[in-house]
């Protein structure tokens, strides 16, 4: 029982994480209708630039974690200067197959260029301690800090974005956008300035997921996101991409099946079980677990 | 009229291709004992050979069918292993000793055969479910099955987590099975070659059959098609399954020109010349829709590749740019955004090289670049 119930702990955990990366690729597909395969990759930067921050937030006598606010700037600066640069101009003149092999080829551009660049090197980095150590302990099962502090985080930032979405005029804007861009241009939305926006707030999603990933994991290293950023997407996709709830949905239901597969079957068949859910998921409902299935004009 | 043409087109090829052909074995037989040609022309032409094949064959779904795969190293591995597989237990079974014997020719065309066919068959498996979704989705689910493939090798009893790394089985497939080392690479060369054409043939026949314009009709409108009476999604399970098996056939000469196999190979992505993203960047830089486009951008892409880690040439370099191609990917995918941000056609478009239109497209291109000149004026003088 108490195996269960660590089994269930470590997986909402995982979920959370793949969550709050979904939750981002869920963004961006709502609104421009892309797979944004770099996505993962922002997760890296995010690590990478806590790496390279902690030292200095240490020593200005701060907490380890706030290093969490420079990843989300540096992520955000990379989510949209990929847009601005290699999305847009795609965009304007190619179809949605060739936008997809951008996308591919920026997730490839960005693992590599990190590789090059002499301080990341191809080598993992171990990041120092993020959260203190400790937890708490019920019934014989210890959850720790790290990990209570990832699941509400995560239930937080998606209650927080719907809020957003739902209320605030920007998110009213991103609403509008994605449902039809001519329409959301007549109503005097500057579309362009949107799309950057959601970019900006996807990437900076990924930072905070970096840390959540790395309280767990304490390792960085330059492909880090590629299966990072592949589950969070069937995450997304199997809850009903373009819908924020689906993605929290999907990200926890992809970490639970993770987490059992690992403990109950076998740790080298977990992403088999990942993608077997995802097929089947889509053969049975194409457009997700809370997605509506939309007829096509003709 | 229009039938004498093709028949006179395929004789035209039959006939410059055996010529070729001949001349070159015989190139062979003059310079096959010289170091160049066996260490470093013949290996270059066996990892051309399968290039060609998995490019043209991905580029049956991705450019004629209109369909984005991104799992097509999975059907590769398949064919890799089964023949690797394959020969080892031809061998065991002592069907043949040597591999000068003329029973082995037969047990490799036996082996590749069956390679495609398994492909084939998974092919259709997974294509059945997979290609009732569209675009993204079914981008993401091939690439799911991609890995799932990958996944159930590695987790196989005989073949391992190391593929047939493990153990004593990397020294005999080498020695024993498909694994060709340097000489034979040399001696078997024709067989690679021969392959090759044939796959090419068998590719274009299809395209330019009923099944070809099907498949090109549901790319350009699937509704459309669908209301002309062509049973899409026969034709698009049909085009998957044919696509999987020359990747498999491809794969089975990647286990020739290999001393061993390891699934890591044929991952969705890693730092190799070999994974679904590489193939994918041939096609578009062929030019989706252009069987002669993808061979072309195969051997372009694989020169590149030589070139930036064995060239002489890149010792001249700046250093910041050697140190760049240090990874070979990051060039690649330079390469890759560039095309699609100022060709997203690729190199030919869908432009198909052939001999005997050479002079009338030769002749076409002239007549268009002087019509477009002369608008450019008269659009000048106008404005």
Do not use: H
């Given at each position: 029982m108490s195996t269960f119930i660590q089994t269930l702990i470590v997986g909402l955990r995982l979920g959370s994480i793949y969550a709050l990366i979904a939750l981002g690729y869920t963004m961006v597909y709502g609104i421009i209708r892309l797979i944004n395969f770099a996505h993962g990759d922002f997760i890296m930067v995010g690590g990478y630039t806590m790496i390279f921050t902690i030292p200095l937030i240490l020593a200005a006598g701060l907490p380890a974690w706030l290093s969490v606010i420079f990843a989300i700037a540096v992520c955000a600066l990379v989510g949209?200067?990929?847009?601005?640069?290699?999305?847009?101009?795609?965009?304007?003149?190619?179809?949605?197959?060739?936008?997809?092999?951008?996308?591919?080829?920026?997730?490839?551009?960005?693992?590599?260029?990190?590789?090059?660049?002499?301080?990341?090197?191809?080598?993992?980095?171990?990041?120092?301690?993020?959260?203190?150590?400790?937890?708490?302990?019920?019934?014989?099962?210890?959850?720790?800090?790290?990990?209570?502090?990832?699941?509400?985080?995560?239930?937080?930032?998606?209650?927080?974005?719907?809020?957003?979405?739902?209320?605030?005029?920007?998110?009213?804007?991103?609403?509008?956008?994605?449902?039809?861009?001519?329409?959301?241009?007549?109503?005097?939305?500057?579309?362009?300035?949107?799309?950057?926006?959601?970019?900006?707030?996807?990437?900076?999603?990924?930072?905070?997921?970096?840390?959540?990933?790395?309280?767990?994991?304490?390792?960085?290293?330059?492909?880090?996101?590629?299966?990072?950023?592949?589950?969070?997407?069937?995450?997304?996709?199997?809850?009903?991409?373009?819908?924020?709830?689906?993605?929290?949905?999907?990200?926890?239901?992809?970490?639970?099946?993770?987490?059992?597969?690992?403990?109950?079957?076998?740790?080298?068949?977990?992403?088999?079980?990942?993608?077997?859910i995802l097929i089947v998921v889509l053969i049975l409902k194409p457009a997700g677990i809370l997605g509506k299935n939309v007829g096509e004009k003709v | 009229m229009k039938r004498s043409t093709t028949a006179k087109g395929y004789l035209l090829n039959t006939a410059v291709l055996a010529v070729a052909f001949i001349a070159f074995l015989a190139l062979q037989n003059v310079m096959g004992k010289s170091g160049g040609f066996k260490l470093i022309l013949a290996p270059c032409l066996w990892q051309c050979c399968y290039l060609i094949i998995l490019a043209a064959s991905l580029n049956l779904v991705l450019g004629f069918l209109g369909q984005l795969s991104l799992g097509h190293c999975g059907f590769m591995a398949i064919g890799a292993y089964t023949a690797a597989l394959l020969s080892l237990a031809c061998e065991r079974a002592g069907l043949y000793d040597d591999k000068s014997s003329p029973v082995f020719i037969l047990i490799l065309f036996g082996c590749i055969l069956l390679a495609g066919f398994l492909a084939a068959l998974v092919g259709l498996l997974v294509g059945i479910p997979a290609l009732r979704l569209k675009g993204d989705y079914l981008a993401i689910i091939t690439l799911g099955f991609g890995m799932i493939i990958i996944n159930i090798i590695n987790n196989l009893p005989f073949c391992g987590q190391d593929g047939l790394a493990d153990g004593s089985a990397s020294a005999s497939l080498y020695k024993n099975g498909l694994g060709f080392g340097t000489s034979s690479k040399v001696t078997f060369l024709w067989f690679a070659l021969l392959v090759t054409l044939i796959c090419l043939t068998i590719m274009f026949m299809f395209i330019r059959s009923k099944y070809g314009r099907a498949i090109k009709a549901i790319r350009d409108d699937e509704?459309?098609?669908?209301?002309?009476?062509?049973?899409?999604?026969?034709?698009?399970?049909?085009?998957?399954?044919?696509?999987?098996?020359?990747?498999?056939?491809?794969?089975?000469?990647?286990?020739?020109?290999?001393?061993?196999?390891?699934?890591?190979?044929?991952?969705?992505?890693?730092?190799?010349?070999?994974?679904?993203?590489?193939?994918?960047?041939?096609?578009?830089?062929?030019?989706?829709?252009?069987?002669?486009?993808?061979?072309?951008?195969?051997?372009?892409?694989?020169?590149?590749?030589?070139?930036?880690?064995?060239?002489?040439?890149?010792?001249?370099?700046?250093?910041?740019?050697?140190?760049?191609?240090?990874?070979p990917m990051l060039v690649y995918a330079v390469i890759l955004i560039i095309v699609i941000m100022f060709r997203p056609k690729g190199i030919f478009g869908t432009y198909e090289f052939s001999l005997i239109n050479l002079s009338r497209d030769i002749k076409l291109h002239h007549t268009r670049k002087a019509r477009e000149r002369a608008e450019r004026k008269g659009g000048e003088t106008h404005a």
């Open positions: 949209m200067g990929t847009e601005l640069i290699a999305y847009r101009p795609v965009r304007k003149k190619g179809t949605g197959m060739t936008a997809l092999i951008t996308a591919i080829a920026m997730s490839l551009f960005l693992e590599n260029l990190a590789q090059a660049i002499p301080a990341i090197g191809p080598n993992p980095k171990v990041a120092s301690q993020i959260f203190s150590a400790g937890g708490i302990s019920i019934a014989g099962v210890t959850m720790e800090w790290a990990t209570v502090l990832t699941i509400v985080v995560g239930a937080a930032v998606m209650v927080i974005l719907y809020q957003f979405t739902q209320r605030t005029r920007m998110g009213r804007a991103m609403r509008c956008v994605s449902e039809d861009k001519e329409a959301a241009t007549l109503m005097g939305i500057n579309v362009n300035r949107t799309i950057v926006l959601t970019f900006a707030i996807g990437s900076g999603l990924s930072a905070i997921a970096a840390l959540m990933y790395m309280a767990q994991y304490p390792k960085v290293y330059t492909t880090m996101g590629t299966l990072l950023g592949l589950k969070a997407f069937v995450a997304a996709v199997l809850g009903g991409i373009g819908i924020i709830p689906g993605a929290m949905l999907g990200g926890l239901v992809i970490g639970l099946v993770e987490s059992f597969t690992t403990s109950y079957v076998s740790s080298s068949m977990a992403d088999t079980f990942v993608f077997l | 509704i459309a098609a669908s209301a002309s009476g062509i049973n899409t999604s026969f034709y698009k399970v049909f085009t998957f399954a044919y696509s999987a098996f020359f990747a498999g056939v491809a794969g089975a000469l990647y286990a020739c020109a290999n001393a061993t196999l390891s699934t890591s190979s044929f991952a969705f992505a890693n730092g190799g010349i070999l994974n679904s993203t590489f193939v994918v960047v041939m096609v578009v830089l062929g030019g989706m829709g252009s069987l002669t486009g993808s061979a072309a951008a195969a051997v372009i892409m694989f020169l590149v590749n030589y070139q930036i880690k064995n060239g002489t040439w890149v010792a001249l370099l700046p250093a910041a740019v050697q140190s760049v191609f240090a990874y």
